[in-house]
């Protein structure tokens, strides 16, 4: 009903936000970004409506949803270039990857729901997310790249540190945890806070001996922080993880849509991606990095 660069022109505007981040990634005008918006949405007969700094395309999206899954057909096949986007904190270990066939998004996303959305609409090809909080969708395929433990990190002059190995779970939940930001990792969240971790934590008094803390230690060093041996250097460099076993296993993960999932190109993005992942955590202590087994690949479509 429209054009491919039309479309692509609408989609961008939604999924990078911005009528200049469009203009950028596209190298059009604004302008040409613009009537191309409002042709879509006549055609479509949908408006776009703003929602927490979204554009969101409201109204009856049959046809326009219809349209992106033959315009996304047409890129995957004729070798057109793909759109990937990520979450804020796989960003910096992945933006060094040099991807010529994918153009890669914001790559800033603090919640699942909204790159979620775009991938189920043909708005995007793939998606660069962290387990657990991969999408559990038959319409989905989740590629795990990666595993490795929950780690705890605090200053060095915690007062846990004291405790050696004889550290336990209880005595790491007197301590607050520095919050997550709301909905980042909503299944990772679920299952850490109700392991007994808060905001809050249960400190004992410090005058209690059985607390183990110095009064002249600032209440702001008693706060724990949540990372894994890819994420524990982005914390300054008086922290240091505690010697303690986080039963909760994280991770990378690629998602596409099912039916691209043995596609040659998908084959081609997890191979990069697990290169990468090589040559930038292979030396990491308690990193695990997946093996390509493509047999054990789901895919709907058998592709060329």
Not at 26 to 46: E, G, M, N, P
Not at 117 to 139: F, K, Q, Y
Request: hydrophobic share 40%.
């Amino acid at each position: 009903m429209v054009d491919p660069d039309t479309l692509a022109l609408f989609d961008h505007f939604q999924w990078l936000r911005t009528g200049q981040r469009a203009s950028e990634k596209l190298r059009r005008h604004q302008s040409t970004i613009s009537r191309a918006s409002i042709k879509c949405q006549d055609v479509f007969d949908v408006k776009l409506v703003k929602q927490s700094a979204e554009w969101v395309a409201a109204g009856n999206t049959e046809l326009l949803d219809a349209e992106r899954k033959v315009h996304q057909r047409w890129r995957w096949q004729k070798g057109h270039s793909l759109r990937l986007d990520c979450q804020h904190w796989v960003r910096d270990f992945y933006s060094s990857l040099v991807l010529e066939d994918w153009t890669a998004g914001n790559m800033n996303y603090l919640e699942y729901e909204r790159p979620q959305h775009l991938l189920r609409s043909s708005v995007i090809d793939a998606w660069l997310c962290s387990l657990p909080d991969a999408p559990n969708d038959a319409d989905l395929h989740v590629f795990q790249l990666c595993s490795m433990p929950t780690l705890l990190a605090a200053k060095r002059n915690h007062p846990l540190f004291l405790l050696g190995d004889g550290l336990t779970l209880d005595d790491a939940r007197r301590f607050p945890v520095l919050p997550l930001p709301a909905g980042a990792f909503p299944v990772f969240q679920d299952i850490f806070y109700g392991m007994g971790f808060s905001h809050q934590g249960a400190l004992l008094d410090h005058s209690s001996s059985e607390a183990c803390i110095d009064p002249c230690v600032p209440a702001e060093d008693l706060f724990l922080g949540v990372a894994s041996p890819l994420t524990l250097g982005t914390y300054e460099s008086d922290w240091t993880s505690l010697p303690l076993v986080i039963p909760i296993a994280v991770g990378d993960a690629l998602v596409v849509r099912s039916e691209y999932a043995n596609h040659p190109r998908t084959i081609d993005l997890v191979s990069r991606l697990l290169s990468h992942l090589e040559v930038k955590a292979g030396g990491v202590k308690d990193v695990q990095i997946m093996s390509m087994q493509p047999s054990a690949w789901a895919g709907n479509h058998p592709w060329p």
